[in-house]
């Protein structure tokens, strides 16, 4: 099956700078890319996806990219803000699998003002 | 709109005792999953659904069930508790086609003492 491995753990970084969080999975199978930000007390909520047919996305201030040969993935925050501190997951899921998400264990951001 | 609901939010159980978290979506979604969050693992599935009347397992099933008699809940029974079954637990739907975006529910904490 899937398997999902996410880094850093932890991350922090100045209010204004950017933040990069990367993901590899393992299931060249494997075709939707989602990230997900989750606040304390809350569920996790998607920001920004990828499909595995594009090789970069942007929303803003984040940006996701994709590299289907290297099978790997990053999420980028630009000029980040004290309210982006929270932990981001990334997930991979494909048909193969029934469109279950599998998740890397997650980044917790810190960003210090 | 409500979106994805858990019952309850909090709750204490002792080793040996039984109980079920209900989840409900209101937005008509096939898809409906459980997932379990523990600090450094990410978030692992328990089980899933992809329709009324379906249940699957998941990466972690042992020790609980489900079922899904309404399309619009999905119900997550531990039959006797323990104490590795300590987490936050999160409901999920999609409408599963495509690989579309999930939508979490604010979350279950339960501790088994």
Known sequence: ?113 | NAGVTQTPKFRVLKTGQSMTLLCAQDMNHEYMYWYRQDPGMGLRLIHYSVGEGTTAKGEVPDGYNVSRLKKQNFLLGLESAAPSQTSVYFCASSTGVGNTEAFFGQGTRLTVV
């Open chain 1, 1 to 113: 099956g899937e398997n999902v491995e996410q880094h850093p753990s932890t991350l922090s970084v100045q209010e204004g700078d950017s933040a990069v969080i990367k993901c590899t999975y393992s299931d060249s199978a494997s075709n939707y890319f989602p990230w997900y930000k989750q606040e304390l007390g809350k569920g996790p909520q998607l920001i920004i996806d990828i499909r595995s047919n594009v090789g970069e996305k942007k929303d803003q201030r984040i940006a996701v990219t994709l590299n289907k040969t290297a099978k790997h993935f990053s999420l980028h925050i630009t000029e980040t803000q004290p309210e982006d501190s929270a932990v981001y997951f990334c997930a991979a899921s494909g048909w193969e699998y029934g469109n279950k998400l599998v998740f890397g264990a997650g980044t917790i951001l810190r960003v210090k003002s």
